[in-house]
Each structure stands twice: as C-alpha cells, then as structure tokens.
C-alpha cells in the first residue's frame, strides 16, 4: 500500500515538472555584454558635465535569435526623482549566427547638480526582450556621472589661458557735456533769480533798489518781539524813507507830487502812498495814535517792490 503511494507520487511530479519548467523559462535573467564593466562600455565620457548637458549611454545586449526590445520597459520620459530625467532613446538589433545583437542609445539630460562636484547615479534599467509569450529580463545597476556646477571639471591650455580683457567702447560725450553744462548754468540762474526776487541774498547794496531795502528791514520788525504800535511806527519810517530816497528828496503829503512826476511807474498806488504820507504825519507830528497794523505796511510795501523790480524805475535820484 506504501509501495503504491509512491508511485503515485512520482507520476503526479512526472507529469507536473514539465509545466514547471516551462513557467519558470516564461523569464529569464541575462546578463549585457560587458556587465563587468558596464559603466566603462556603456557611457561616452564619465566626466565633464553640468546643468543641462545630455549624457549618452550606449548599451550591448545579446539574446537568442528572435528575441525583440520591449520599448514599454523604459523609464517614462520626462522629470523623474532623481537629478537626471530620460530625454530620447532609440534602439536597434543585429542578427548573428544563432544570437541578436541589441544597441541601445539612451540620451540623460542633467537637470539638478549640487554646489559641489560629485557623482550623480542615472536610472537603473530593467530591460526586456520578449519572444512571443517568452520574456528576458536584463537588470543594469545604475551607471555615474561626474557633474560640476559652473566651472568645467576638465582644465587643459585652452581653459587655463585668461580670456582678453575687454576694451571700453568709445562713446560720445561732448553733446552730453554740452546739455549738462547748460542745464548746470540754468539751475544756477534759476536759483540767483528767486533768491534776488525774494531777497534772501542779503544785499547790501542792491544797486540802489530802496524799497526792496525797506520790505527787508519791515520783515525784521515782523519777526521781533515788542509794542505793535512801535514796530507799525518804525514800518512807517521805512517806507518814507525810501520813498525820499527815490524821489532824492525829503517829501511830505504837499510835495508827495514830486515823487510821481519823476518816477510815473508808481502812480498805480499814488492813493495808498497819500494815504500813507497822511497816517505818518499824524503820527508822528501831531501825535495821533497808530490805526494801521505791521502787516498793512508790508503789503504796500511788497507792492512797491513788485513795481520796482518790474522795471518802471529807472535809479535816478
């Protein structure tokens, strides 16, 4: 009865080896051409590249007749998570005797270094080759590249010459020059202008211009402390003073005609300076007390500068 157990046994795994085997060979490992030395044979150069270069893989595999590449078992093109991405690959066989030889072109492209020199790994590969419903299986290890950052890993002669210093273009400056010198002059003459207008030069003499004097001194008086009706009284003196100085005589109210007939270009404000004349002589001969304020005075007074400086008078004493 065991006797019979055991050749039932040994027919059952007769009959099921066969099955097997052949499952088992469905896939095969091989190895590549060269596997020993796969990064050697299967890279154009291992050394010398950047950001952006395409690195070249060249790989030798060789099959059983009938055996075709299986395009599906490469890496997907584009980013991948390694530093490199697959960009082109193309493949093509040979027949020989009783074997294919298969020539692989896969083309890298760098797209991620570090701030140092290093090696960085390519995608390992698990090809296949198929023949109907048989498949081969060849496993690469992941091939290296040497990858610098900016400057070449290579120094020969030519990269250890310093390039040529470049020479400085020459230019035209004169009309530069030229606009930049009368835009200078205009500035200047701008600001000597308004710092005249506005007596902020301080001039002493100012070639005989007495109310522009006398606007100078009121405005002082503006700005110091004291009596309002003192600083309106010395505002006063001022202007008559300069009125005496244009007409090169002493005048009053009766001969304030003296000053017009010489100097016509004030007869626009003949009523204020009456008016003026007739205030100061009550007050200060008849000892009335002051009705006008400092500010009043000033205004004619910048009234009389305005028509001084606009060219009516022409310095005559």
């Known amino acids: 009865m065991r006797m019979n157990s055991y050749i039932w046994l040994s027919l059952l795994l007769g009959l099921l080896l066969p099955a097997i085997t052949q499952a088992t060979g469905e896939r095969e490992q091989i190895e590549p ?27 030798h595999i060789e099959t059983p007749s009938d055996y075709r590449f299986d395009q599906t078992s490469l890496p997907a093109k584009g980013r991948s998570a390694g530093p490199v991405e697959l960009r082109d690959a193309s493949w093509q066989f ?34 296949k080759f198929r023949r109907d419903d048989r498949v081969l299986v060849a496993d690469l290890d992941a091939a290296n590249v040497i990858v610098s950052t900016l400057l070449p890993t290579r120094l020969d002669a030519a990269r250890l010459k310093p390039f040529p210093d470049v020479e400085p273009q020459p230019r035209e400056t004169l009309i530069l020059m030229w606009w930049l010198t009368t835009t200078l002059m205009l500035v200047l003459l701008t600001l000597i202008y308004f710092a005249w207008y506005f007596d902020l030069l ?35 003196r001022y202007l008559r003073r300069a009125c005496d100085h244009t007409a090169g005589a002493a005048l009053s109210r009766e001969r304030l005609y003296l000053l017009f007939e010489s100097h016509p270009w004030l007869l626009p404000l003949r009523a204020e300076l009456e008016q003026l004349y007739s205030d100061s002589d009550q007050v200060f001969f ?21 028509l001084e400086s606009g060219g009516g008078w022409n310095g005559s004493a």
């Not at 060269?34 to 060249?58: F, L, T």
């Open 202 to 236: 301080k001039i002493k003499f100012l070639w005989g211009r007495p109310y522009r004097i006398a606007c100078r001194e009121i405005r002082k008086l503006r700005r110091q402390h004291g009596e309002a009706t003192q600083k309106s009284e010395a505002a006063m």
């Open 33 to 59: 051409k060269d596997a020993n030395n796969i990064k050697a044979q299967s890279i154009s150069r291992e050394i010398g590249y950047r950001v952006g270069d395409v690195v070249r893989q060249i790989i």
């Open 94 to 127: 040979e027949n020989r005797n009783n074997v294919v030889q298969h020539t692989l072109i896969i083309d890298w492209q760098i797209f991620q270094v570090l701030q140092e020199v290093r090696a960085f790994p390519l995608l390992p590969l698990q090809l």
């Open 286 to 306: 008849a000892g009335y007390p002051v009705e006008k304020d400092i500010e009043s005075i000033y205004r004619l007074g910048k009234k009389l500068r305005a």
